[in-house]
């Protein structure tokens, strides 16, 4: 089944091969260079997806990573999760996304953890879980 899927990643040549592997493999990807463009790019979609179907998130998986300009991946999922509470998020990270998120309220279930470093194969697997 082919994915829609928002990639905000502030390197360009992980960003280009995340793209590529992903597109290989049938999904469609739309790149975000920073936080603050993967909200606005977030939000054009929802705008749009809305006319379709209100239940329907705009993506159905958003690839974050951590450490970006403008805003960080931990900020841009709460947005996100402001808007659309149910939106699958796997970020991409270094980190111990936990210890990054603990804010009072729990981490919904949407939320995911694909630990760095890790294989362009192992990315899609989790993306198509």
């Known amino acids: 089944m082919a ?12 960003a280009t091969q995340y793209a590529r592997v992903l597109e290989k493999s049938g ?31 705009p993506f159905d998986v958003v690839l974050l990573d951590n450490n970006m300009p403008k805003k960080s991946g931990v900020e841009v999922a709460k947005e996100i999760l402001d808007k659309r509470p149910n939106q699958r998020i796997i970020f991409a990270s270094a980190y111990d996304i936990n210890s990054l998120l603990k804010t009072p309220g729990t981490i919904p279930e949407s939320v995911e953890v694909l630990e760095k470093p890790f294989s362009l194969n192992t990315m899609i697997s989790k993306i198509q879980a």
């Open 3 to 14: 994915l829609k899927i928002l990639v905000a990643e502030d390197n360009v040549f992980t």
């Open 27 to 57: 999904h469609s990807v739309v790149i975000a260079r920073d936080g603050q463009e993967c909200i606005e790019r977030y939000s054009d979609e929802l705008i749009k997806s809305e006319f379709n179907s209100i239940d329907k998130n």
